[in-house]
């Protein structure tokens, strides 16, 4: 038995010995634990906090909080993190990572786990305390959600001179733009696909439940001025200072009666200030993806510029419950005004409406590549 032993143990030995290589290897690529030396160490149901200002201070950052919203912002050059109390979401130049534990408001004071230099500050800071801007993270565009607006009882604008229904008008191109998508190989799922009114808060919900990667939504524009017309395409945004438009649709009384309205989030939107914990973190995963939802917005607007020589009125901001909620980047596209007579007979034209659906594809597509690192 003895001399069984004796055979076994080098062996055992040399196992012990792998194992314990094995473990210091992984140890040696472990990051580097935070020094806590200089910290003020506040303990909160049993988890480690530092003073999120001493951090700034030690690496030489400016910060902003917004005591009613709850929110902080740190920036250094060109960099920004942004983060909430309470909550474990934060926004590192425009993309989220998680903390170990959520930030809390202690006494006063702002506090973060002791992750939250590793974690968020990482890429913010560059080696050594360096800045440096955080890399783009690319991500594969599968399925794609296209959104017509209005649609059964709610016919959306309607054209002055031919009586043209805008219901009618987003449908036919979103069933143009689902054929042109699946044959570049992208799925499509569509919120209506006849002419049937989909409550809107629904219609962020069928994007997000089929796990969507952009989500699209096409309307026809409308104005009191019939000389108005042009292309321009909308992203969610807290901000209003560049969509009057909307302004003057929630108090137009005609636009009301249109339903045209019906597409506008008023004064409870996702950018209004509020305590509540959950609307804010809502507006960092709309911030999140505002940065990529410009960027469809502006490919979309240079694709029909160039293949259909629409006149571009921009890339706007607003505040538009149809994008509330979406867990994607989301664009609303004005394809034209029909209350302005040429664009409403051109609207009218299948073959026009077959450019314009081809064209936005072909943006949406430009998007694809840039979003997967080819472009």
Known sequence: MRKNNLVRLPGVIAAFLCISLIFCGCAARRPM????????ITTLSGKTYISLIQVCRKEGISWDYDAIA???LLTKKDNQVRLLTDSRVVLVNGRSVMLKYPVRSY????????????VALSGFLGPKGTTGKVGKSYYKIRKVCLDAGHGGKDPGAVGRKYGLYEKNVNLDIVKRMKKELESAGIDVIMTRSSDVLIPLAKRADIANKAGAD?????HSNASQSRSLSGFEVYYVSDSLDDVSRSIVLAKDKNSLRRGQAGVYFGDNSIGSISSDTQTIVWDLVLGENRLESIELADRICKQCS????????GV???KYAVLKKTQM??????VGFVSNAREEK???NPFYRQQIAEALVSGIVSYKRYAEGRN
Do not use: H, M
């Open 33 to 40: 634990p935070l020094d806590l030396s200089g910290y003020s």
């Open 306 to 313: 160039q293949d259909v020589g629409v006149k571009i009125l």
């Open 70 to 72: 709850r929110t902080v």
């Open 316 to 318: 706007k901001s607003a």
């Open 214 to 218: 952009l989500f699209i939504s096409v």
């Open 107 to 118: 006494k006063g004071k702002v506090l973060v786990p002791v992750d939250f230099t590793r």
């Open 346 to 348: 051109y609207l009218k």
């Open 329 to 334: 980047p989301a664009v609303l596209v004005e």
